[in-house]
């Protein structure tokens, strides 16, 4: 029954079949019609020979046999007639599993390596690809294949990178934490606020990393909603200043709002938009020294406003600047650790959310410690 199912004897079978048909028909066209041609093409050649020797009767030449040698002369015919049909379907029946071998090997070849190849992907080999020949839809298919086959790799690499990541970040805090707790125990570290300020530290950051984690793939998912309205320019950036307001006077950082009478509205999610322009504020109030300026200003176009948040601080290197939103990516992480920064998320969560909204968010900056500036185009409302 199994075989049965294979395409080539499938093929096999069905172009036999077409062949038997044929031959029935010919063979029951033979029979009906040899008998009345017969008789008359006898019929003919008789009146042509008319003053030879008569052969019996022979044909009627009405188309009906009439008798003696006629009849013998009829019967062998229709013998060689018989045997020469025998040989035609042995010769068919051959030339059939010929093709049927020819054209299944160039058929069923490549579905034989698409199937081979999609169980060494459910296995685990995600660098399979199969061999793409031609332009026909088998070529088509081969060429989906591979393409999905890619997708699928490249899905399995950002994966396990993403695993990697959240391994890495995990183990810094838990190993401080593990290490300071040993220290007590055996008595090396004091137990004194400032150790036990150190550890809540340390715990309070893996609180904020799963925090980040858990808002990272909300949005990469795409598992959240957007309610957009229009919304004042004015309105985003003055809440997004006055939240922050305090830690920039805390630090002598001078925030300042530069916002032309007459802007449009935006069309966005408040709070989601809100939450992006906190951020870039907040970035730039870490990577700003005291003394330093910070701007929020925004201008608008003829489809979109744009918000940029420019600072004076320490700036971003040209070969950092492409990876800055990139997953975990931090410019100087020893350097954003020991500040207290993130974990390289914020960015990443920042772009995810413009992009939902159809904006972009762009970086520039002129190198190390001449500043950073990111822009925001949000569609006009
Ligand atoms: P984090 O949570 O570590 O701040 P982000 O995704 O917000 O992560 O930022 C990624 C990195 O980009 C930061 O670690 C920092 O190196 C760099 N960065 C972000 N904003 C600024 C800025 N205004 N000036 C200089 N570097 C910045």
């Known amino acids: 029954m199994k075989s049965i199912n294979r395409l080539s004897v499938r093929l096999f079978l069905s172009s036999l079949a077409v062949i038997l048909i044929g031959f029935c028909v010919l063979v029951l066209a033979i029979q009906l019609s040899l008998p009345l041609t017969y008789g008359r093409h006898l019929g003919l050649m008789e009146q042509m020979m008319s003053g030879e020797a008569p052969m019996g009767m022979m044909g009627q030449g009405d188309g009906r046999l009439g008798s003696g040698r006629a009849v013998e002369l009829y019967d062998g015919f229709r013998a060689g007639v018989n045997e020469a049909l025998v040989y035609a379907v042995l010769i068919s029946a051959a030339a059939a599993i010929l093709l049927s071998l020819l054209i299944g090997s160039r058929l069923v070849a490549p579905i034989r390596a698409m199937t081979r190849a999609s169980q060494r992907i459910s296995d685990g080999h995600y660098a399979e690809r199969v061999p793409v020949a031609g332009g026909d839809e088998l070529a088509l298919l081969a060429r989906s294949f591979n ?9 399995e690499a950002m994966r396990r990178q993403l695993i990697g990541d959240v391994a890495h970040e995990l183990r810094t805090p838990l190993t401080a934490i593990k290490g300071s707790m040993e220290g007590l125990e055996d008595g090396i570290i004091p137990a004194e606020p400032a150790t036990f300020r150190q550890i ?11 925090d980040d984690l858990q808002e990272l793939s909300r949005v990469e998912s795409g598992a959240y909603s957007l309610d957009r309205k229009p919304v004042r320019v004015v309105d985003l950036v003055g809440t997004a200043v006055s939240r922050i307001a ?40 870490q990577h700003t020294p005291s003394g330093g300026q910070v701007v929020i200003s925004a201008c608008a176009g003829e489809k979109d406003v744009v918000v940029s948040v420019s600072d004076t601080g320490v700036g971003i290197a040209v070969e950092h600047l492409e990876h800055i939103f990139d997953r975990f990516y931090r410019v100087d992480k020893s350097r954003s650790r020991a500040t ?42």
């Open 340 to 381: 207290g920064g993130g974990s390289g998320i914020g960015l990443t969560i920042a772009r995810h959310l413009v992009e939902a909204h159809g904006g972009t968010i762009t970086v520039a900056s002129e190198g190390e410690n001449r500043g950073s500036r990111f822009a925001v185009s949000l569609h006009r409302g």
């Open 147 to 155: 393409r999905m086959a890619a997708r699928l790799e490249q899905i």
């Open 200 to 210: 809540s530290q340390e715990a309070e950051r893996l609180s904020r990393l799963v």
């Open 246 to 285: 305090r830690q920039y006077e805390g630090k002598g950082v001078t925030l300042t709002a530069d916002l032309p009478t007459e802007l449009p509205a935006v069309m966005v999610d408040e709070d989601r938009i809100g939450q992006v322009l906190l951020n870039l504020l907040a970035n730039a109030l």
